[in-house]
Nanobody, 126 residues
Framework: QVQLVESGGGVAQAGGSLKLSCAASGRAFNTYAMAWFRQAPGKEQEFVSYIRWSDGRTFYADSVKGRFTFSRDSTVNTAYLQIDNLKPEDTGVYYC???????????????????WGQGTQVTVLS
């Protein structure tokens, strides 16, 4: 019912910047929150950031706080992840996810989210 499409990944040098996008569509848009997760090679999926759609309140993993900025444009049902001061440890596949309510698992757990995008690759060179 809800489709998420990520874009904006690529290759960047350490210290550089990237901006990821997550466009949402479906028969009805009733998103409560969206989140970004990432998965580095050989590692488990990791929570990155969260945004509450109604007011834009955000939470960040400690590893990205101060470098990543999560925002949304409700007029086009799109969320953005601005990534600054990239580090090699930021390398991985970044996934966008959404949920319709705040009921259920905590926001930092993947099983809290009902819909997922296909992922976009971020590679940071040192």
């Amino acid at each position: 019912q809800v489709q998420l499409v990520e874009s904006g990944g690529g290759v960047a040098q350490a210290g550089g910047s990237l901006k990821l996008s997550c466009a949402a569509s479906g028969r009805a848009f009733n998103t409560y929150a969206m989140a970004w997760f990432r998965q580095a090679p050989g590692k488990e999926q990791e929570f990155v950031s969260y945004i509450r759609w109604s007011d834009g309140r955000t939470f960040y993993a400690d590893s990205v706080k101060g470098r990543f900025t999560f925002s949304r444009d409700s007029t086009v049902n799109t969320a953005y992840l601005q990534i600054d001061n990239l580090k090699p440890e930021d390398t991985g596949v970044y996934y966008c996810a959404s949920r319709a309510t705040d009921y259920g698992s905590p926001y930092y757990e993947p099983n809290a989210y009902q819909y997922w995008g296909q992922g976009t690759q971020v590679t940071v060179l040192s």
